[in-house]
């Protein structure tokens, strides 16, 4: 076992100059900012929903896109603050009233509209279209927001891996009623809820993990440097 | 041309760089925040200071959540390990003590989970679990050598029994034997030589016996 005097020396002869993080605050608006390229990207290339005007005039959607795009915006900047170890927990708190709003939308459309199947969807190539816009945002997404929180795996994994889950599922929910026509109510619950519940689930199960695993490949851990055996 | 360039040209300063012994309190205690933004820059001696200054204050966090001093000393090496490896998240416009509580904290109660999946998971074997049926593999051959040898070392005569002694036992040189006993190097050679020789016959004999 190596002794501590003999550990201080190892970390103190391997010190170098660290830039220092910028405040959450500001990696949250450069986390937002690319996720405003991806979503412009897919709509240029996707285009638009088609009854993108009409749907505007409806409060209920407007009130829920509003709320999925706030719930996002306020997941990331709770992640990015839950991850460093002086800030209070109950940043976890942050996106929930934004979360009550959407969810609660998403539940009164299907309550006081239930539509069990719109007139003309083409049930497959909508599903496979869908799934490739679910893909094309939540990956690159997720990406960044590992590589940006990867010190968050020696601190609050849990916690932040849960924010960022949630983060990218509602805007990833976003970009989906932003781009496809998704009319029946099943429809809107999966590719809303479902896909909410898919990311954040999978990001509260592997989260931790991948934390660790993104940390590792980016730093060099003083265990690796010095001879601690 | 060149006039103008000249009267752009600053004023000199000058700068007294800070050093690690500046970041002293009034009370005399290390301002940890001052010297982590130091360790930050590259400042080794600061970054020394500072972790040095730490291991008593996350010892005694520790030592309320582990018993032996090994764990203490483990946990206190892994919070160390942390603060190096997230040091560049820390803002010297923020205290530093709610910053490294929150990490021994986080490090101490990893630790303690680590140690109950262990402890649910694992059993220690004790040491009967590792002898054989057969009774001489369960005697201490060490012992045993070593008591046939004092048995066979009180058989041999007075005069060889006392040359081992001196030359073996007590590992005394051939002058400093001769001069002890009063007898000549020669004659404590000879009574070395023939007290092994005695020595390995009766050994053997024993074995031959067992």
């Known amino acids: ?229 | 041309m060149v006039a103008s360039r000249h009267s752009r040209t600053p004023p000199l300063t000058l700068v007294i760089a800070p050093t690690a012994q500046d970041a002293r309190r009034a009370d005399g205690g290390c301002d940890w925040s001052k010297l982590m933004a130091r360790a930050q820059d590259g400042d080794r001696d600061a970054y020394r200071m500072l972790l040095e200054d730490l291991v008593p204050y996350i010892r005694s966090i520790a030592g309320r959540c582990f018993k032996r001093p090994s764990d203490v000393e483990d946990a206190v090496q892994d919070v160390l390990m942390t603060v190096h490896m997230v040091r560049h998240a820390y803002d010297p416009n923020r205290p530093f003590g709610p910053w490294l509580l929150a990490i021994a904290n986080r490090r101490i109660i990893d630790r303690l989970r680590r140690e109950t999946r262990q402890r649910a998971r694992e059993m220690a074997l004790s040491t009967e679990h590792e002898t054989f049926s057969d009774v001489p593999a369960n005697l201490d051959q060490a012992n045993f050598d070593e008591a046939a040898l004092g048995e066979a070392l009180e058989r041999l005569p007075p005069e060889q029994r006392q040359a081992i002694e001196m030359l073996k036992l007590n590992e005394m040189s051939l002058r400093e034997a001769a001069a002890a006993s009063g007898r000549s190097i020669a004659a404590l050679k000879v009574a070395t030589h023939r007290a092994i020789k005695g020595l390995r016959k009766m050994l053997q004999n024993r074995s031959d016996r067992s």
Not at chain 1, 4 to 13: K, Q
Not at chain 1, 48 to 72: H, W, Y
């Open chain 1, 1 to 229: 076992m190596t002794k501590t005097p003999d550990l201080i020396d190892a970390l103190v002869e391997g010190t170098t100059p660290v830039r220092r993080l910028r405040p959450p605050l500001v990696r949250a608006a450069l986390w937002l900012l690319l996720t405003a390229v991806v979503l412009v990207l897919i709509v240029t290339g996707h285009g638009l929903r088609p009854d993108i005007a009409e749907r505007l005039r409806q409060p209920v959607f407007v009130l829920s896109m509003i709320a999925a795009i706030t719930t996002g915006i306020l997941a990331a900047v709770a992640s990015f603050q839950i991850s460093l170890p002086d800030r209070s927990r109950w940043w976890i708190l942050l996106p929930a009233p934004a979360l009550a709003v959407w969810l609660s939308t998403i539940g009164y459309g299907c309550l006081s509209d239930w539509v069990s199947v719109a007139p003309n969807e083409n049930r497959i190539g909508e599903t496979v279209r869908c799934f490739a816009t679910l893909l094309l945002t939540s990956v690159p997404l997720s990406i960044a927001m590992l590589v940006m929180l990867r010190y968050a795996a020696l601190l609050r994994p849990t916690e932040s891996s849960a924010m960022s889950g949630l983060a990218i599922a509602a805007i990833t929910a976003f970009s989906l009623s932003l781009v496809h026509d998704l009319d029946a109510s099943l429809t809107i619950l999966v590719w809303n809820l479902g896909v909410a519940i898919l990311i954040a689930g999978l990001a509260c199960l592997f989260g931790r993990r991948m934390f660790a695993w993104t940390a590792s490949r980016l730093t060099s851990t003083p265990a690796k440097s010095s001879n601690r055996p």
